[in-house]
């Protein structure tokens, strides 16, 4: 029983090499899209952010259909 716990953490080490890493990279990037578009709609001064966020935003709505 005592070495159950190595054997997890290279389970996770795998997983995270294969497809599933990618994927919660790409939940993360969509995060850090929204999170930015949120503060820019709150942001007082203008900032030249707003619009590449929303182009980023529409190609990941693109690539989840």
């Given at each position: 029983?005592?070495?159950?716990?190595?054997?997890?953490?290279?389970?996770?080490?795998?997983?995270?090499?294969?497809?599933?890493?990618?994927?919660?990279?790409?939940?993360?990037?969509?995060?850090?899209?929204?999170?930015?578009?949120?503060?820019?709609?709150t942001s007082t001064e203008p900032s030249p952010a707003p619009a590449l966020s929303q182009r980023?935003?529409?190609?990941?709505?693109?690539?989840?259909?």
């Amino acid at each position: 029983m005592g070495g159950d716990g190595r054997n997890c953490k290279k389970m996770d080490g795998a997983i995270e090499r294969s497809g599933a890493h990618k994927e919660k990279q790409d939940r993360q990037d969509r995060r850090t899209v929204t999170t930015r578009l949120l503060l820019a709609a709150t942001s007082t001064e203008p900032s030249p952010a707003p619009a590449l966020s929303q182009r980023q935003q529409q190609q990941q709505q693109q690539r989840l259909q």
